[in-house]
């Protein structure tokens, strides 16, 4: 039954075989040793994988290291580090594996908790075999799920798969693969099933896809959108109306989500009250460039920021520098999410994916006096983000905004570096949360050559198709995109256009794998989590296409938006180097 | 003398069994121990005992001056029940069970005394099960 896939994650075995379930990859959560120890032996037994960490944000950094790594995670519920839940939460939205839950405590309202947050089980201890040798049910259940969620226009609480990746979990096929264009459409070869069972072919949202449908959005402006118009935009002719129309829901749920967690971040990034009003996703973009904000926020503009000290001296940093303003109408919301988010405990699990890359970026940068614009979280709820992005990238052409906080640290702003930009939006680390170094996202560990890696445009240059045209555009856009602290880790990130769409996590570090190296797929390694491969090549579109940033705003905030939280984050990681995690 | 050996180590298997100190999970344990890993029980036991000992100075600690802070006692004393029911403590979960109770009345006496027996339950184990080992 399993597909052996040909294409592992970067440096990463596949397990699978054609005795599943055994070889089964588990992630065991918890920080009692001898349960672990228990729980090993026991999973060993069932011929499982097993892969045993007593942190949880150790488990997220392997989890997005190991992009495509697990297929299943089983942690305690009490852990020192994090909430169980949370990272219940976080794991169903980045990596969207199924997770079982441990505790001692049987509690039915515990219980129920758990299976609010998404756990597909809540084991009591002690555990006996007997369950443990189930475990597998819920694996082969996901996959079926996401074989039929992918085309639907169902909205299934993690069915982001072009977010996510989801699709890529089920076939196996890695986002390393972008170079197959036949990627943007292609039947399920779910690894445990033949897809002659589901309905309609899935379509994967690759990267490349996924851009032409936000710069077609963002042309049209978001407000106006429709499926149809946006497919006669896009020009992609196996497309359907109704493959555009679920993708355009589950865009319109993943931008509402991501300003919500702005919002959330904006209150959490010291500025616990700030009213990040701004919930308007779709119109509101007027957010600014996320670098941008910090700058404001660094600049007491944004009175929520202030509170915090860390914020505020990152405020200073670079990063916000750059200014959007003439990109989109921003208000001076700054990219909130991005920020608020390393320390927001509550956002909505759903968002947590997005915010933790932001949070992580947090971390750091209160470490490093990270770039503002996660400081700024605090402040403006999202619609900052959407137009940020692009224009930032010229900065270093033209504006004199700066580079991207992160890129402060060591990333030389290489602003033209659209692709960086782009890559970073998902970048929701969770590590930020962390702020423990010792998740060293592996860009982190290229942080000493990572920083070589931002740098130069060329070399994402190469991994965006439009580069030059990028470079163009940036010119013109005033704002300064915290892009380039993007690029830095956008060599993490993906944003290879042509990256199959996959979990464009970045990260940390590995992230490129997007970038023309082994993107998408490979390696989502590293702490940041690219909201979507998709996203990231689509902001590059924008960018590159002076029109859509000056003439729709909106469009173009949605996406960058995406990005821009990612970018951030991606950034932020990069730079900081352990400061990610917070926790 | 093999064979007696099993024995005893059998019977007093049996004997910790059915005085409480030790539940299924022991058992389960035993039957996790293969050839690949022989000592594995033993190996378990060890870690426990030392993993757990910081528990229960910190609860020690906790339970010196007030005021006292119930909620913390009660956490640890749930993190240290969890840990005691991986290797099958019976009687050292019951006394754990005790403590909470107490802390949830907020009765530092109750804890006080109960903690006392979570002690002694606890180095009585480590010596059965010491002996035990040695059987084997």
């Known amino acids: 039954m399993m597909a052996n896939s040909s294409k592992t994650s970067a440096g990463f075995s596949s397990p699978r075989s054609d005795t599943f379930p055994a070889g089964l990859r588990v992630l065991v959560v918890d920080d009692d040793v001898t349960w672990l120890k228990i729980l090993e032996k026991m999973l060993k037994k069932c011929s499982y994988e097993v892969t045993t960490c007593g942190l949880a944000r150790e488990a997220l950094y392997l989890l997005r290291e190991r992009k495509d790594g697990f297929d299943i995670v089983i942690s305690d519920v009490n852990m020192p580090d994090m909430d169980g839940f949370k990272l219940l939460e976080h794991v169903g939205l980045e990596m969207d594996l199924p997770v079982i839950m441990m505790s001692v405590d049987g509690e039915t309202s515990r219980v129920m908790k758990g299976v609010q947050h998404g756990a597909c089980d809540y084991l009591l201890k002690p555990i006996r075999m007997k369950e443990l040798r189930n475990i597998w049910q819920h694996v082969l259940r996901k996959k079926m799920q996401e074989a039929r969620d992918v085309g639907n226009n169902d909205l299934d609480q993690y069915d982001e798969v072009w977010m996510l990746g989801g699709a890529e979990l089920l076939s196996g096929k890695k986002r390393k693969d972008f170079e197959n264009k036949d990627d943007e459409k292609e039947m399920s070869d779910s690894r445990f099933g033949d897809p002659s069972s589901m309905k309609k072919a899935r379509v994967f949202w690759t990267v490349d896809l996924h851009q032409k449908f936000v710069k077609a959005v963002n042309q049209i402006g978001f407000d106006k959108v429709g499926p149809k118009k946006i497919l006669d935009l896009m020009g992609v002719p196996w497309l359907t109306r109704e493959n555009v129309a679920s993708h355009l829901q589950k865009y319109r749920l993943y931008l509402t989500r991501l300003q919500k967690e702005d919002e959330a971040k904006a209150s959490f990034c010291g500025i616990k009250h700030q009213d990040v009003s701004s919930k308007e996703t779709s119109s509101s973009l007027t957010l600014q460039n996320p670098v941008d904000v910090c700058t404001d926020v660094a600049n007491d503009k944004y009175g929520g920021v202030s509170g915090d000290k860390e914020i505020a001296q990152n405020g200073k940093s670079n990063i916000c520098e750059s200014k959007v303003k003439g990109v989109v109408s921003m208000p001076a919301a700054e990219p909130r999410s991005v920020v608020g988010d390393s320390f927001d405990s509550q956002t909505a699990g759903s968002k947590i994916g997005l915010n933790d890359s932001f949070r992580l970026v947090n971390t750091d940068v209160k470490n490093a006096k990270v770039p503002a614009p996660y400081c700024s979280t605090g402040e403006a709820p999202q619609p900052q983000y959407k137009q940020d992005f692009k224009p930032h990238f010229q900065s270093a052409n033209g504006s004199s905004h700066q580079p991207l906080p992160v890129v402060s640290h060591q990333i030389p702003v290489d602003r033209t570096q659209p692709t960086c930009f782009l890559n970073h939006v998902p970048s929701r680390e969770e590590s930020d949360r962390y702020p423990d170094t010792d998740n060293k996202p592996s860009y982190f560990k290229n942080k000493s050559e990572g920083v070589g890696k931002f740098s130069p445009i060329q070399s994402t240059a190469n991994l965006f198709q439009p580069v030059s045209h990028q470079q163009t555009n940036f010119h013109t856009l005033e704002q300064i995109m915290p892009s380039t602290t993007w690029c830095v880790t956008s060599h993490n990130v993906i944003s290879h256009p042509q990256s199959s769409q996959g979990n464009l996590t970045l990260g940390s570090g590995s992230i490129v794998a997007s970038l023309g190296e082994d993107m998408c797929g490979a390696s989502i390694q590293g702490e940041f989590f690219l909201a979507s491969n998709g996203l990231q090549n689509i902001d590059q579109f924008d960018y590159n296409d002076p029109q859509p940033i000056s003439g729709v705003p909106t469009c173009l905030y949605d996406t960058l938006r995406f990005d821009h939280e990612y970018p951030i984050d991606s950034l932020e990681g990069i730079v900081m180097d352990q400061g990610l995690f917070i926790v | ?136």
């Open chain 2, 1 to 136: 003398m093999e064979n007696q050996k099993q024995r005893q180590a059998a019977y007093m298997r049996r004997s910790l069994l059915d005085q409480g100190y030790l539940d299924e999970q022991f058992i389960h344990l035993e039957e996790l121990q293969d050839d690949t890993n022989p000592n594995f029980v033993e190996e378990v036991v060890k870690l426990f005992y030392t993993d757990s000992a910081r528990f229960i100075r910190n609860i020690e600690l906790a339970l010196e001056n007030g005021p006292y802070d119930f909620a913390r006692l009660d956490n640890l004393m749930y993190q240290f029940k969890g840990s005691s029911s991986s290797i099958g403590a019976r009687r050292v979960k019951g006394q754990c069970t005790q403590f909470q109770e107490y802390c949830n009345a907020r009765n530092i006496e109750g804890c006080n005394n109960t903690f006392q027996g979570v002690k002694q339950e606890y180095a009585t184990l480590k010596t059965k099960l010491e002996t035990y080992f040695q059987m084997k």
